[in-house]
Every structure is written in C-alpha cells, then in structure tokens.
C-alpha cells in the first residue's frame, strides 16, 4: 500500500522541480559573476582562413594551441577549450575551425 502512495508523490515531486518559476524570465544558463565564454579559442573571428592552404598561414599567430587535422588523421578525445582545431581537406585548405 505504502509503495502505491510512494510513486505517485515522488513522480509529482520530479515533475515540480521542472516546472518554470513563472516569473517569465528564463532559467540562469551561468553562475552570477561568471561569463559563458562560447569561443574560447577564437575560431569564429578566424572564419576569413576557410578556403585558404593551410602552408599560406602563420599557425603561431593564430592561438596558443593550433591543431591541424588532415583527412582521416587520427586525433585525441581530449577537450581543450582554448585548443584551435583546423580541418583541413585533401588539398590542405581548410574547412573548419572548431575549439576543442
């Protein structure tokens, strides 16, 4: 009997704490006093570089950590946010910049 009353009030406590705050602003994303840094690494002000060989860039200018990823290279799993990831084609041009 007990574990018939139990679920019920468990599930309606779940389904409260999910529920909006109904002061019409949405949830906090950060904690006050700390910005969410979304492109630690700079890749979306590097984005004029796709298209261009990769041999034709200063790689030291660019970040403090730079990784070129040619087609097929094997990379580690390792989250660097401050790492500037370059995907590069089969030519060498490159594709994409990601942090990473």
Same mark, same amino acid.
């Not at 704490?17 to 002000?45: H, I, K, M, Q, R």
């Not at 950590?65 to 040619?70: E, N, T």
């Given at each position: 009997?007990?574990?018939?009353?139990?679920?019920?009030?468990?599930?309606? +406590? $779940? @389904?409260?704490?999910? #529920? #909006?705050? /109904?002061? /019409?602003?949405?949830? #906090?994303?950060?904690?006050?006093?700390?910005? %969410? @840094? %979304?492109?630690?690494?700079? #890749?979306?002000?590097?984005?004029?570089? =796709?298209?261009? &060989?990769?041999?034709?860039?200063? *790689?030291?200018? +660019? $970040?403090?950590?730079?990784? &070129? =990823?040619? &087609?097929?290279? &094997?990379?580690?799993?390792?989250?660097?946010?401050?790492?500037?990831? =370059?995907? *590069?084609?089969?030519?060498?041009? =490159? @594709?994409? *910049?990601?942090? /990473?």
């Amino acid at each position: 009997m007990t574990r018939r009353i139990l679920l019920p009030v468990l599930a309606a +406590l $779940a @389904v409260s704490a999910c #529920a #909006a705050t /109904g002061n /019409g602003e949405p949830p #906090a994303t950060s904690l006050p006093g700390f910005e %969410t @840094v %979304t492109d630690p690494c700079g #890749a979306d002000a590097r984005g004029y570089l =796709i298209g261009q &060989p990769i041999r034709e860039v200063d *790689l030291e200018s +660019l $970040a403090r950590i730079v990784r &070129p =990823i040619h &087609p097929g290279q &094997p990379v580690t799993m390792d989250h660097r946010p401050d790492r500037l990831n =370059i995907d *590069l084609d089969g030519d060498g041009a =490159i @594709v994409r *910049l990601w942090c /990473g």
